[in-house]
């Protein structure tokens, strides 16, 4: 094999571990009843700051933080949800 082509394979190994490590958000794909559904149509247009993501976010954060998660960044996180509900 050639010595080019190892030191390519781990310059990508190393680019992809990077895009891994720096990387802040995961998609996520989940059925829900029809009636959460509507209920958070009707919250998203009633609050034009608030969309889709921002709202499951915050609902997951909710339920990781109440059932005792201590990973400081879902603190965080519910806790400026609960404090921006102000201006919302």
């Known amino acids: 094999m050639d010595r080019n082509h190892l ?3 781990v310059e990508i190994n190393d680019a992809c571990q990077l895009v891994e490590a ?5 998609s996520l ?3 829900i009843p029809e009636v959460l559904y509507r209920g958070m149509k009707e919250f ?3 609050h034009p ?3 889709q993501y921002r709202v499951m976010s915050s609902a997951i954060a909710h339920f990781l933080f109440q059932n ?3 990973d400081r960044a879902v603190t ?3 806790l400026n949800d609960l ?3 102000a201006e919302a």
């Open 49 to 51: 700051n608030w969309d």
């Open 83 to 85: 404090f921006s509900h």
């Open 68 to 70: 005792g998660c201590g």
């Open 29 to 31: 794909e989940a059925e």
């Open 76 to 78: 965080e996180r519910y």
């Open 22 to 26: 720096t990387s802040s958000y995961v």
């Open 44 to 46: 998203i247009g009633s």
């Open 7 to 9: 030191e390519r394979c």
